[in-house]
């Protein structure tokens, strides 16, 4: 039996239910849904979203349903086109000018809300006239349910913080990996799938709807939408001067109690104050940034009853699609085409400035008065561990918000990168995220600038199932002979962010710190000491600056000096026979532009889009 949730009595006033109950009075009644039924005690299974969906896609011809891949148990992923007009194909929905707007939902298996908001957004929108100005004005995508396997890997025992429904799916996939860390090294096969079905449609906006843990207060929605520098510019500055500032102030206008996500785990932790997101690129909010476009990560609370988190998701999509609807919201498209055009000029960037890869909550502190619940801090009579109990009783608790982003790590952007043929899976990631790349003809010699990465340490545990890595890159110029095959990926498209972001080796998402190659970082052959013994004595007497530098290791690192072996591998390294390929990054950085030109010249076709 499920244990019931340590919640506070503090719901929003019912009066904000009002659009779900709407919905449920004018729903034909085998259209609505088992969370319907059950007065949203309870959730369906993914069977369900797909029952319904093909229901309403049967009688209703702007409705589409669309496979767009398998999920790692081999089951089928719905997405649903929506519009006035079907839409087959992504061009046809660029065509019509209008935004293209994405909705996904149970990206987590278990945070089921916005999965429930969906359907009843779904049933409203085709079958009622109420919403007919989004079919007018928008192109919809609605992927249901991401993380299918998740979803139906279903046990009332799944997240023990959350306050229904009764039995919930799992966070992670069938592979046990966090679909929301997954979007640049894309291992599972939903994001494969999503990667392309993403970079085909390109979205303007996606909502990414979650239910978030932690301390509890009184919001019963909380947001986030990049409106700092890990967004494009023009981008950033639409959803920081229109979209948030509107959002907030029509959720707010229902009732709805709504403030920016915070990651707060307990009320005591809001001394530190409030803070921007920075999440990497993993997490589909920062994704969706690096690719010119918006995600609203969009969490309601699960300390709320289920019927609150399904209301909340319903309104804060009612709202997006209103707002899109409207001109402010197709400015939208203009700043996408601006961040997009200037993509496409980066070529010879080394004079556009480095690119932004990574940021701490910055700037100037405002006050923000946070709507907390009163507490008291009491300890467990078992283990003596000290927490917070919550009463219903709403406050006000001032606090410090950061205002900005401050960047921290930002990197020269090349004119170019190269892939050699043989890294074939960073060939098949880059595919997937629709990044362009040139395969070169013929063999091709010249200066490059590469790296090689050294004090390389591993992570002791695995984190997504990779062990991640760090290293110390030295940056060198060095003659280089391309094999033919090789992929030459040029940083002047839309999704040049994108490509560096996974190939410049320093930047924190790279996919050799996910550990894509790690055989460079092993020694492949060997020399016996019997071998080698006799080469040393002729290297110390030829070599005065080897010796040299022999005794100055002994003398500075005394581990060094009482080991043998270490000593022997020294003059190895130091000899002819040592692989000049370990320790080598594989992926060479183009710096200057004649060098492009006439690799491009010997490129035989674009190919990975
Ligand atoms: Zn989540």
């Given amino acids: 039996m ?6 506070s009595a503090w719901e929003p006033s019912p009066s904000v239910a009002r659009s779900i109950d709407i919905s449920r009075a004018v729903a034909p009644r085998e259209l609505l849904t088992r969370a319907e039924r059950s007065d949203f005690r309870e959730t369906g299974d993914y069977e369900e979203v797909v029952r319904l969906a093909r229901k309403i896609a049967s009688t209703v011809r702007g409705v589409r349903c669309v496979e767009i891949g398998k999920t790692a148990r081999g089951r089928s992923m719905l997405m649903l086109v929506v519009s006035r007009n079907p839409v087959v194909t992504p061009e046809e929905a660029r065509e019509t000018g209008r935004p293209i707007l994405w909705i996904q939902s149970a990206v987590h298996g278990g945070e089921v809300a916005g999965k429930d908001a969906t359907i009843l957004l779904l049933r409203d929108m085709a079958l009622t006239d109420r919403h007919s100005r989004w079919l007018d004005r928008l192109i919809i995508l609605l992927l ?6 998740g979803h139906d890997h279903s046990s009332p025992f799944n997240r023990a913080n959350q306050n229904g429904p009764a039995s919930m799916g799992f966070r992670a ?8 860390r997954d979007y640049m090294k894309a291992d599972s096969p939903e994001m494969r799938c999503w990667l392309r079905a993403y970079t085909a449609w390109l979205p303007h906006l996606v909502i990414d709807n979650h239910t978030t843990n932690g301390m509890d207060y009184q919001y019963d929605i909380t947001f986030s939408v990049h409106r700092n520098q890990p967004a494009a510019e023009p981008v950033a500055r639409w959803a920081r001067k229109w979209l948030q500032p509107a959002l907030a102030r029509r959720l707010a206008g229902d009732g709805h109690i709504t403030g920016p996500h915070v990651e707060l785990e307990d009320a005591g932790e809001l001394e530190r104050g409030i803070q921007p997101e920075v999440s990497p690129p993993g997490y589909c909010l920062s994704y969706t940034a690096i690719q010119n476009r918006v995600a609203i990560l969009a969490e309601s609370h699960s300390l709320k009853c289920y019927r609150t988190q399904v209301c909340a998701h319903y309104d804060l999509m009612r709202h997006v699609l209103d707002l899109l609807s409207s001109p402010g919201g197709a400015a939208l498209r203009t700043a996408v085409h601006l961040a997009d055009r200037k993509a496409w000029k980066a070529s010879g960037s080394e004079s556009r400035g480095p690119v932004f890869v990574e940021g701490v909550p910055g700037g100037r502190l405002v006050p923000y008065q946070f709507k907390g619940l009163s507490s008291t801090r009491t300890r467990c009579k078992i283990t003596g561990v000290f927490y917070t109990e919550y009463s219903d009783e709403p406050i006000d608790i001032p606090v410090k918000s950061a205002s900005r982003v401050r960047t921290t790590l930002a990197i020269p952007a090349p004119v170019a990168y190269v892939v050699p043929p043989e890294c074939t899976p960073i060939i098949d990631v ?14 091709f010699s010249g200066e490059f600038e590469s790296w090689r990465l050294v004090e390389e340490h591993w992570d002791p545990l695995p984190f997504e199932g990779r062990l991640r890595m760090t290293f110390r890159a030295i940056r060198s110029r060095e003659e280089r002979t391309l094999s033919a095959g090789s992929r030459l990926v040029p940083m002047a498209q839309r999704a040049g962010r994108v490509a560096l972001n996974l190939l410049a080796p320093d930047a924190p998402g790279s996919l050799v710190r996910w550990g894509f190659l790690n055989a460079i970082f092993e020694q492949k052959e060997y020399i016996s000491d019997h071998v080698l013994a006799p080469m040393v004595a002729r290297m110390w007497r030829a070599d005065s600056r080897l010796r040299a530098e022999f005794r100055k290791r002994l003398r500075s690192e005394p581990s ?10 020294f003059f190895y390294e130091h000899s002819p026979y040592f692989e000049s390929g370990k320790n ?3 992926i060479l950085r183009v710096g200057d532009a004649r060098t492009f030109t006439r690799l491009r010249g010997l490129s035989l076709r674009p190919v990975g889009i």
């Fill in 2 to 7: 499920k244990m019931p949730v340590a919640v």
């Fill in 430 to 443: 880059l595919a997937c995220h629709g990044i362009q790349m040139w395969r070169l003809g013929r063999e």
């Fill in 173 to 180: 996939n069938a592979q046990r990996l966090n679909l929301n």
């Fill in 584 to 586: 080598l990054y594989p």
């Fill in 560 to 569: 060094f000096a009482a080991d043998p072996t270490r000593q022997m591998q």
């Fill in 144 to 149: 249901p349910v991401f993380n299918i396997d």
